[in-house]
Structure formats: structure tokens, C-alpha cells
């Protein structure tokens, strides 16, 4: 494993957002100048790696550039300066075709409030993504199928999205990200809409499928509880940087500054309590406090 290819590079990535009569230089920034006013630096200069098959958790509070940067990776949001590599592939050097290519068929996102098609059935919008990578018709109903049978919806499949709870609705965007066969998925706050009894099944699900089909992602969430159940490494968001990287485990014990501090402090102290009785520490033996109720994880999560 220590000498794998990396599936994912992200080298020294920035953003800065510009109002429009706001002359943008980005060497200005690069030589460690000052924020300009009208301008926002909402991703600066983040580098991370991720090999196959890890679950990177990116955490931080509300305008942190969380959603900023990963929508850098497949440059649905363009960066100012930095590379991004996929399967050692130069995102940032693909021209249109190439990067439409490329978001067809490499990476898959799942949103926050995903926006299902409400004229077409949870079959449809499950194969949609498949239809234009111009998958025919027959084959692409037995893939999104066979998702839908993995998400436990097949019996939805003729359905329409206004008949489904939220996280019904959430599992078929789930659906959709894995019918396209991806490796890198890109999770930004999916289940953030959700209650928390739905969203602690919703974590369950995705451990399971994970268990299953060892995806590597980049799951963002505000909430530290999700962040130790799904993650094998996390950062620590704010202002536009990683102000701490490292497994669930460093994180909790030793937080680099105040900011991480306040995430954690609660957790602390029920990671410590599992850490005592059950021995040596590990991220999916951590008891979270779901809604109040105390959880246990599911070992064996595969990881
Ligand atoms: N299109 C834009 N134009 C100008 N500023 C923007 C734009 N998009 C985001 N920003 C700013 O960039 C910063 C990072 O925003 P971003 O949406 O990435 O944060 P986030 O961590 O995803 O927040 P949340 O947790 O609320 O989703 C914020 O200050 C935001 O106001
Ligand atoms: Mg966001």
C-alpha cells in the first residue's frame, strides 16, 4: 500500500473570488501579499493526496471553502493556481472535450440537496447520467438497476422523486454518483438535511457500500460525528486552509489550534471513555452521540 500510485494529487490549490472591477494577481497573493480588498480567498494554496480507496473527510464551519475546493478538483469552480491530478491524469491541463470526458466517467458528486429530474422516474434519473455517456438504453436500465438493488430502492425504480422521503431521495443521488462507476466520488454534505436518525442510517449505508465496493472519496460534512464514523483521514478546514490534516485518531487527541479544539472538545472526551474500555483506539469503535442517543458503530466497516 505505501508505494501505490496516489489516485488523487492536489497540489497547492487557490481561489480567490473577485469582484468584477477587482483586478485579480495572483502573484501578488503566491508572494504572500495580503487579501485585496473586494476580493475573497476562499481555497488557499491546499495540498492533499489520497490513495484508492481511502474515505477523506474535509470539515470545517460555514464559508471554511469546503464546497470551493472540491468543486476545484473536477474545476466545475475554476482554481487561480494549483494542479490537480487524477490516475495521474493533469485535470487542469484537459481541454473542454477531455474535461467533460473526464467528469462522465472518473468522478461522480453527490450534493447536498441534489436536485433529482421530478418528470422522470427514480429508474430515469438514475440512468440519466449513464444516457449521456451514451450507454443504450436496455444497459443502462440494468445498471441503474443493479444500483437501485444496491441502495435498496429497486422496488422504487418506477417511482417518482415527490414519493420519496428525503433521505429515500438522497440514497438515489447516491445512486446515480455510483451507476456512473467512478473511482473518485466527491460527497459534499449529503446527508446534512437530513435527521439524524435517517442520517446515522445514511452513514451506515455508505459504510456498508463502501465495505463493499472500496470507493475513494472526499466526504465533506460540519459535523465531527460523521467525520469519525466515515473517515480514515480528515482535515480541518478555515479561511481557506487546511489548518490541521491527519487521521480521525490525531485529530481528537491532539487538535492543532483553538478552531480544532472547539470541534472537538465534546468528542474528546466519549473517545477517550471508548478508548479506556475497549483498548487500543480505532475510528469505527468510536461511540458517537447521534441525536442525542448514544450509537453503537458497526465494526468491520472493511476499512
Ligand atoms: N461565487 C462566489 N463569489 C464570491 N464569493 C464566493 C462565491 N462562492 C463562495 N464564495 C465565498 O467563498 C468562501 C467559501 O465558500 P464555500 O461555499 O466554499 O464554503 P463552505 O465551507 O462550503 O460553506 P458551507 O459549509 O456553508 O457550505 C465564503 O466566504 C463564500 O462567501
Ligand atoms: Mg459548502
Redesign the pocket.
Known amino acids: 500500500m505505501a508505494n501505490d500510485p496516489y489516485l488523487l494529487e492536489v497540489e497547492n490549490i487557490w481561489?480567490v473570488?473577485?469582484?468584477k472591477d477587482s483586478v485579480l494577481h495572483m502573484e501578488d497573493y503566491l508572494s504572500g501579499k495580503d487579501d485585496v480588498s473586494g476580493q475573497?480567498?476562499?481555497?488557499r494554496d491546499v495540498s492533499f493526496k489520497l490513495k484508492q480507496g481511502e474515505v477523506y473527510v474535509?470539515m470545517?464551519?460555514?464559508?471554511?471553502?469546503?464546497?470551493?475546493?472540491?468543486?476545484c478538483l473536477l474545476r466545475l469552480?475554476e482554481p487561480d493556481h494549483g494542479h490537480v491530478r487524477v490516475k495521474g491524469q493533469d485535470v487542469m491541463a484537459m481541454g473542454l472535450k477531455e474535461l467533460t470526458e473526464f467528469r462522465r466517467t472518473q468522478v461522480a458528486m453527490v450534493f447536498?440537496h441534489y436536485g433529482l429530474l421530478p418528470h422522470r422516474t427514480i429508474l430515469e434519473n438514475v440512468a440519466f447520467g449513464l444516457k449521456l455517456q451514451g450507454v443504450k438504453h436496455k444497459e443502462r436500465e440494468k445498471q441503474a438497476q443493479e444500483v437501485l438493488e444496491k441502495v435498496g430502492l429497486l422496488k422504487w425504480a418506477r417511482h417518482y422523486p415527490e414519493h420519496l422521503s428525503g433521505g429515500m431521495q438522497q440514497r438515489v443521488g447516491i445512486a446515480r454518483a455510483l451507476v456512473q462507476d467512478a473511482d473518485l466520488l466527491l460527497l459534499?454534505?449529503p446527508f446534512s438535511g437530513l435527521d439524524p436518525l435517517i442520517r446515522g442510517e445514511m452513514q451506515d449505508e455508505l459504510l456498508r457500500l463502501q465495505a463493499e465496493l472500496q470507493k475513494t472519496m472526499i466526504f465533506?460534512t460540519?459535523d465531527l460525528n460523521e467525520a469519525l464514523r466515515l473517515g480514515n483521514r480528515m482535515a480541518v478546514?478555515k479561511?481557506?486552509i487546511f489548518v490541521q490534516e491527519g487521521t480521525p485518531h490525531d485529530i481528537v487527541m491532539n487538535p492543532a489550534d483553538e478552531y480544532v479544539q472547539r470541534f472537538v472538545q465534546n468528542e474528546r472526551q466519549v473517545y477517550l471513555l471508548t478508548e479506556t474500555t475497549e483498548g487500543k483506539s480505532k475510528v469505527s469503535h468510536v461511540t458517537p452521540l447521534i441525536g442525542g442517543k448514544k450509537e453503537k458503530i458497526a465494526a468491520g466497516s472493511g476499512r
Open positions: 481561489k473570488f473577485a469582484e475573497v480567498v476562499a481555497v474535509i470545517g464551519l460555514s464559508g471554511s471553502g469546503k464546497s470551493t475546493l472540491i468543486r469552480i447536498q459534499d454534505e465533506v460540519h478546514m479561511q481557506g
